[in-house]
């Protein structure tokens, strides 16, 4: 019997939890959907259903599940993801609390499957725009080895919960933003996560080190620029990459149109490229403006468009845990 | 007595090239506004006077005008520019038509104003997304030799005239786009002007070429990928660059806050970076996010923004025509 703890359910990314397990019916038995004290209580319609969200407790984990799919924040999942795999249940984490932490997987499904063999019962879902570049990138790094990327992004507002999407819906209106620090209509935000000290944002390393684990290769060299833009659901990225060997384009193009996970969106001359308009509401990684970077040897300049909520948060965190239970 | 023709007055950039005219002041004598036979006979308030716009013909030039600013459309500047010229008015045009002649100037006021030293009355303005980002790279290049440059942009709807502004006004509300090939509002298209042959548009080929020409450096290496985004006035930029010499970040920081025509804007730790709707309505050119690439040698990563109506286009072609005027 397999049980499965929703963390977090009435968040942007645990209603999305919800949608894309009604879509893929994973083979599960039983649902418990939990939520902070603040959200404890409401009703959510959920498998045709109605589900009373309960308050994510210590004990919450006592009565035995087999998965827990958490989005409830970095604080809820340090505090809980131990206690629920203490309890023997697999945690799957959408916060960045785990990512780098040695004995936690970070999966994306598509690219290294393989990492979910071993584990301590948390394993990690990436951040949102390493995600969709990764996939990108991993059929590229096996057949041409990359030397370094470049990341430059256009985030989606609902990347930052609830309140972002307000935000830009507010914005429209003139209101005030309440999650962001400028108004985001209309603008553009060099600005996602916290600044570091090295000048860079947290999200900006979080592309850069979550690369390096699920690529399985610190030695690439990259770089990124992560930047919030008017735009509801759906990441895009300008991703130019460097390769240590050199490659034919119509080949490349094949390679990615071949690996799982991938839509080639690229025929300039029907203006058919990906948008995030496209890809809201899609499980798929859309690349596109497929073109050699004639400013070095071997290299590529590419447009990686992906739904952030979807396959940058809940359908990959499911798509774990349909991996984990095809294996049990 | 200087004479001045406006041509394209009643466009977008047109109605610009009169508002910083009026903001300005340069010592002209008298202005004539000139517009294609759809507009013509329209009355426009400028300098205090209402003035008939007036239709451009082939014998519009035949009075005598010392300078014409010329914004109306590459076929409209391939056609008048040399009538105007052969008659000794010395036109600045904002089309691309004439850009990349090699007896044409191609001039940024603050990067290569020695190059209206000399000229055959054609004097091009660059395209927008260029102005800025010369702007940005004319003082590193000068000091560390800049070795190669990845541009990213997030260009504004305004880049491609009132419809393209009315198309994000619209799409608010829902109305499909006449201007762009699908929505803009809530999306992002890699698409700026015509694809190429090389799988490159135009806009990034611009880029590519303009920034040799007006760095007067071909050796420089340099990819493009250009993005419009839903913002209404301001470009902005990610821009990667490496350079040949090792710099001190301080330094470099100061090396463009000392350049004219540059504001820095870099104080992470007070949410302070450039976003286009501060640069909105100003002809300052903003640098921020201003960190060390460690993906290289000798990297820096900048966030670039200026509005690019004005910087982008009419300011800095009124800027050319005050050099011209002071060499008078």
């Avoid at 209101?175 to 962001?180: A, D, E, H, L, Y």
């Amino acid at each position: 019997m397999i049980r499965v703890a929703i963390v977090g359910a009435t968040g942007m990314v645990g209603r999305m939890f919800l949608k894309v397990l009604e879509e893929k019916k994973p083979n599960v038995d039983e649902y418990v959907l939990f939520a902070s004290s603040r959200s404890a209580g409401s009703t959510v319609h959920f498998m045709n259903k109605d589900y009373i969200v309960e308050e994510l407790t210590e004990n919450s984990f006592d009565s035995g599940f087999t998965y827990a799919l958490f989005s409830a924040g970095g604080e809820t999942s340090l505090k809980f993801a131990p206690i629920a795999a203490s309890k023997g249940c697999t945690v799957i984490d959408n916060s960045s609390a785990w990512r780098m932490e040695k004995d936690v997987p970070l999966v994306v499904p598509e690219v290294n499957p393989g990492d979910l063999a071993i584990h301590k019962n948390i394993i990690a879902n990436p951040n949102c725009s390493t995600i969709q570049a990764v996939v990108a990138l991993k059929p590229l790094h096996d057949k041409y080895k990359i030397k370094r990327i470049v990341y430059s992004t256009y985030q989606a507002v609902s990347g930052a919960g609830q309140q972002g999407y307000m935000d830009l819906e507010d914005g429209i209106k003139g209101v005030p933003p309440k999650k962001f620090p400028y108004p985001i209509f209309g603008n553009c935000l060099p600005h996602i996560d916290k600044f570091l000290d090295n000048g860079y944002t947290k999200e900006e390393m979080k592309m850069i080190n979550e690369t390096h684990k699920i690529l399985h290769d610190d030695t690439i060299k990259i770089t990124a620029t992560t930047v919030r833009v008017p735009v509801f659901y759906g990441h895009s990225e300008s991703i130019n990459v460097e390769f240590y060997n050199d490659f034919d384009l119509d080949t490349l193009k094949k390679d990615l149109a071949n690996f799982p996970g991938i839509i080639v969106k690229d025929d300039i001359e029907n203006n058919i490229y990906p948008m995030p308009i496209d890809a809201a509401g899609t499980d798929e990684v859309y690349v596109g403006r497929i073109r050699r970077d004639f400013s070095v040897d071997y290299g590529v300049n590419l447009w990686v468009v992906a739904d952030n909520i979807r396959k940058g948060a809940a359908s990959n965190a499911v798509q774990i845990m349909e991996k984990l239970i095809e294996k049990e």
